[in-house]
């Protein structure tokens, strides 16, 4: 009997999520939104967050990766261990997360996926966007999130609307930028900046107070030479913290599961 996947052998969301830049890329903008957003305080309220932000960070985006390359019953296992967490963490503030949160969370996903690899590899077409949603939007409803749109036109309006709704800058947007400035250094926190200059929807752009255009676009095709020549690895040396190293190079294996 064939195993069943969460996501075809085939699928471009293999391809997104199967390398570790493009995952880095999602990383970065992940951490913008995750700044900006009006639920923030729910990640402050544990006090992971703040403590270490890039590996709170990580492991979101690393549960999104376990399950798009998982066989079906163990995506499933894993988003319901998602589900009983953020359960327990309602239980101990004494009330729910709202739904709106969880979309925007779940919107940032399907946002960055798409921006990261059109960013390092090539534009995707109109039925590889819907591919990647339509992923995303079985986890969404894994989750038991309501009110998801059905198709990737819907979400688009739902994106732009959740954008102008539920994001603002606030003191605890100002005190998480400083925590990855601490965290990163400033050589890697300017890197992260970069990044997510190239990355940013244009209204995270205007609250975070960001320029038009990345300097990453001069250096981005310098990047894709370096990788035809298997030198990327030297790059991406310089600019992962160390503690982080091994954990993005195993993202790199993804693609042979």
């Known amino acids: 009997m064939e195993t ?7 699928s471009i969301v293999r391809q997104i999520w199967g390398k570790a ?13 995750f700044a900006l957003n009006k639920a923030v305080d729910w990640l402050y309220y544990t006090g992971r967050l703040p403590k270490d932000p890039l590996g709170r960070l990580f492991s979101t985006v690393n549960y999104a990766k376990v399950i798009v390359f998982a ?35 779940l919107f940032m996903l399907i946002d960055y996926s798409i921006r990261a690899f059109e960013a390092l590899e090539r534009k995707l077409t109109i039925h590889e966007k819907e591919e990647v949603f339509q992923v995303f939007l ?10 998801l749109p059905s198709n990737f036109k819907d979400w688009e309006i739902q994106r732009r609307s959740q954008l102008q709704e539920n994001f603002e800058y606030s003191d605890l947007t100002r005190d998480l930028f400083l925590q990855y400035k601490k965290h990163l250094g400033i050589v ?4 992260l900046l970069e990044v997510q200059i190239l990355m940013a929807p244009k209204r995270v752009k205007e609250l ?8 990453l676009i ?7 030479l370096s990788r035809i020549f298997k030198i990327d690895y030297i790059l991406k040396e310089l600019i992962l913290p160390k503690d982080y190293k091994n954990d993005i190079k195993a993202l790199d294996h993804s693609a042979a599961y």
């Not at 499933?76 to 004494?94: D, Y």
Request: hydrophobic share 40%; glycine share 4%.
């Open 21 to 33: 830049d493009t995952i880095l890329f999602i990383f970065a903008g992940a951490a913008a939104e």
């Open 208 to 215: 975070l107070n960001f320029r038009n255009q990345s300097v």
């Open 188 to 191: 890697r926190y300017r890197l």
């Open 71 to 105: 066989e079906e019953k163990s995506a499933f296992q894993a988003i319901e261990q998602m589900n009983k967490i953020h359960a327990k963490i309602e239980e101990n503030r004494g009330f729910k997360i709202p739904d709106w949160a969880y979309r925007d969370v």
């Open 4 to 10: 069943t996947y969460f996501t075809k052998k085939d």
């Open 218 to 224: 001069a250096i981005i095709p310098v990047y894709r």
């Open 138 to 147: 079985k986890v969404g409803k894994g989750m038991k999130i309501a009110d």
